[in-house]
């Protein structure tokens, strides 16, 4: 009994194996087929292989052969140690005869890689070099980084003024706009902790850290909105801080920059815009700078974010509507409609559509009000106030500021003429 | 079955239960450290229970007289340095709780690790009637912490005592000795490496007398202090903006760069034939109008490259104080360099709170004081 026994385990063993082998094939392939599917996405903003100007451009030149011989190389790799997994199994024999060093073998799977890894060096050296070349500059823009959103500055010196025609600094968050086929710097440095600035479809990633400026060249080829994230984990809302960079047209830019320079027109006497200025200089100028906003002297009113906000800033609102984003561009001020509209717009209309800003019937009032009744609850920013011990009682973002609906009512009023 | 060895993972695991509900109790609800007791806990019990399913490894720990094998039929343990040490550690802690804060987590770091070791040594001696094994058994569960934790502990002490050295000893002889020292550190390297026969005992017994030569060195350059232009600096305060118009020496007139090292520059403020520029990243062209950004540490750096001393400042409006009963004061807010030298530069570091456009009256600027008909202008968006 105990041999037959034996002889069935002996039969049993291997066709046991040969089905679980089977099992684990057939989880792979699913697996794979489930993550060859997740790759196939339609709608992809952030996608790397889609360059949309000169610099993404020679980063997917260098990546796409990089990514093949590092496919091919790991397909061989892979095939090579499944066939050796398979071939040489334990199937109960005698273990093969034990050697030590082949000199041709190892010299010969030294060199290919070697070889290999110098085939890859030397473009990337070159891509490198030509990245980080700045002689060729057109605009320069500063980029900072804070606790979760991405403020722009143009200074008004050199080309920006003389070509851009930019004559008074303009501050704006969220999305970068630039004018298409220019070479744009920008000057990448945070207030807080280290962040990284990545609009894939433009252009790598920057770190911006601390007391530094790091160069990013940066060009769009034509005109359209191009996404982007903090690639760098920055805390607890670091999955809301996102970017979008706006390629313009030249004419369309032109006319960007000259509505940026506009005056401050106040909204009409008695109507609810005008209430919310009131409320807005109440509530808001604490920390938002308003450009043109005046006291009732006469005088300019001076946000002062420094004593509010760790960082020591808040995002420039003058022409909060000529944006399509708000809160670090992580809703959108445009409803789903426009938007759509605004970003698969070919690139003869994009521009006259961007820059009709936001208008009443396609603004995003859902989010907006949320944003307004209570910020925190919607991106979370450490804005208990018995939390703050360790800030000194300052804030990382905005908090909640008890609005009652009538006073969100004219601050959205007041916003919307924003532009 | 509750084992001899279980009964130290069980024990220390209810006790970290015990600790997580004083954590939750002593810190008003605070979950971080309660999280972390819970976690230790259930992986103590954890493993407890892995000790008692496997019976400490298949012997009957109780009954002695059937299996003379077992734990609890060994001889007590050996001697050991365990006990002293924990006890030194407890010293340390209650010196720390008299003296300094940083004695004090030092001393319950070396406490718990000593108190660990203690255990283990006492728990694996028991483990088999082999010796051998036994130390072998402990080394499975101390070497994962040990070797790493020994082998940090090593590397502080060489980056402390070289840091020291280097601190003390002149600007011309750091990088001197760096060289040398990495030469050595190479070439004895590259000897060994190629020199199949070299004892390990002569290896190491160099790398011991290396060590002991550079920790006694570092010791006796920390007790003897930093360099003399270091302490200067830090008696002067040097990173602080002083108020403008303090004369005060140019001391270092190569701080620039330990400044560059931490930090970028913003802006570098050229003072050359009576003319005062300005260069920034990202701009080709020397520039008289620069943009800074707002509630940002900006580190500007001042360079006279004209004859005798100047002092940079910038001005950057006005701030004004209530010193109550109505009165108020109306103050300049300047940063200045020391008065440089030809040839010489010096970096300031200062935080600009408001946009220029807030003090229309007070346009902000930098200057070079004495010289009134070359400014930079200063835009603060």
Not at chain 1, 277 to 282: A, L, S
């Amino acid at each position: 009994m105990s041999t037959v026994g034996t002889m069935k385990d002996r039969v049993a063993e291997p066709m046991k194996i040969m089905r679980r082998g089977r099992a684990a094939l057939k989880t792979s392939l699913a697996v794979s087929a489930l993550a060859f599917l997740a790759s196939c996405a339609r709608d992809a903003p952030q996608d790397t292989w889609q360059p949309a100007g000169p610099n993404a451009e020679q980063i997917d030149n260098l990546q796409r052969p990089v990514f093949y011989v590092a496919g091919v190389v790991g397909v061989i790799v892979f095939v090579a140690i499944g066939w050796a997994i398979w071939r040489y199994r334990d199937r109960g024999q005698a273990i093969p005869e034990q050697t030590h060093g082949k000199p041709v073998v190892e010299i010969v799977l030294t060199v290919i890689p070697a070889l290999i890894l110098l085939g890859v060096a030397i473009p990337t050296a070159g891509t490198i070099f030509k990245l980080a070349k700045t002689s060729d500059t057109e605009m320069t823009i500063n980029v900072t980084g804070q606790q979760w959103w991405w403020e722009y500055d143009y200074p008004a010196v050199g080309s920006n003024e003389e070509q851009y025609g930019i004559t008074a600094p303009i501050v704006t968050s969220g999305q970068l706009v630039i004018p298409e086929n220019t070479k744009v710097l920008l000057r990448v440095t945070s207030r807080d902790v280290i962040h990284s600035y990545w609009i894939p479809k433009l252009n790598g990633k920057k770190d911006s850290v601390p007391g530094r400026v790091h160069l990013l060249r940066l060009e769009g080829a034509k005109p359209g909105i191009y996404a982007g994230q903090c690639t760098e984990f920055c805390g607890l809302s670091h999955s809301y801080m996102r970017m979008e960079a706006v390629v313009l047209s030249r004419a369309d830019y032109d006319a960007w920059v000259a509505n940026q320079l506009e005056a401050y027109t106040s909204p009409a006497a008695g109507t609810l815009a005008a209430e919310g200025e009131g409320v807005f200089i109440q509530q808001c100028s604490r920390c938002h700078q308003v450009n043109g906003l005046l006291n009732a002297d006469g005088t300019p009113i001076i946000s002062a974010p420094d004593q509010y906000i760790v960082s020591g800033v808040a995002p420039n609102l003058t022409n909060l509507m000529t944006r399509n984003t708000f809160a670090g561009a992580s809703w959108d001020l445009l409803t789903p409609e426009c938007r759509e509209d605004v970003w698969k717009s070919d690139s003869v209309t994009f521009g006259a559509k961007y820059l009709k800003g936001v208008t009443t019937d396609c603004l995003n009032q859902k989010d907006l009000r949320e944003w307004l009744r209570n910020a925190p609850l919607k991106k979370p920013m450490y804005a208990n106030p018995e939390n703050l011990a360790a800030t000194g009682g300052k804030y990382r973002g905005m908090p909640a500021l008890g609005l009652t609906e009538d006073q969100i009512n004219s601050i959205v009023a007041y916003l919307l003429e924003r532009k | 079955m509750i084992t001899t060895s279980s009964k130290l993972f069980y024990g220390l695991g209810t006790l970290s239960f015990v600790g997580a509900l004083v954590w939750v109790v002593a810190h008003d609800g605070s979950s971080l450290g309660s999280v972390a007791l819970i976690f230790l806990a259930i992986s103590l019990l954890f493993l407890g229970g892995i000790a008692s399913y496997v019976r400490d490894g298949h012997v009957l720990s109780t009954d002695t007289a059937a299996h003379p094998s077992a734990p609890a039929a060994q001889s007590a343990s050996g001697n050991s340095w365990w006990p002293l040490a924990s006890a030194l550690s407890l010293g340390m802690v209650v010196v720390g709780l008299i003296s300094s804060p940083g004695i004090f987590k030092i001393g319950i770091a070396l406490s718990i690790a000593m108190f660990g070791e203690w255990m283990i040594t006492n728990w694996s001696d028991r483990a088999s009637a082999n010796a051998a094994y036994n130390e072998k058994v402990r080394g499975w569960v101390v070497h994962p912490l040990e070797i790493p934790i020994g082998g940090a502990l090593l590397m502080t002490v060489i980056v402390l005592s070289f840091s020291r050295i280097m601190l003390s000893v002149s600007t011309v002889a750091g990088p001197l000795i760096f060289a040398v020292v990495g030469t050595v550190v190479l070439a004895g390297g590259s000897l060994v490496s190629v020199r199949r026969g070299v004892s390990k005992r002569l290896v190491g017994g160099a790398c011991a007398v290396a060590l002991v030569a550079l920790t006694g060195v570092g010791l006796a350059t920390a007790l003897n202090g930093e360099r003399h232009e270091l302490v200067e600096a830090s008696e002067y305060d040097h990173y602080a903006v002083h108020p403008c118009g303090e004369e005060a020496e140019e001391y270092d007139e190569e701080a620039s760069r330990a400044v560059s090292a931490k930090s970028s520059i913003a802006a570098t403020v050229i003072f050359k034939d009576g003319e005062l520029y300005a260069e920034m990243d990202g701009f080709s062209e020397p520039l008289t109008s620069i943009s800074l950004q707002r509630s940002y540490d900006l580190t500007i750096l001042f360079r006279n490259e004209s004859v005798g001393e100047h002092r940079m400042i910038l001005n950057y409006g006005n701030v004004i104080e209530d010193l109550g009963g109505g009165v108020t004061r109306d103050s300049k807010l300047q940063a200045c360099t020391a008065l440089i030298g030809e040839g010489g530069q010096q970096a300031i570091t200062v935080r600009i709170p408001k946009p220029s456009f807030a003090s229309p009256l007070s346009p902000y600027n930098i200057v070079v004081s004495g010289i009134e008909d070359s400014s930079i202008e200063v835009s603060v968006p």
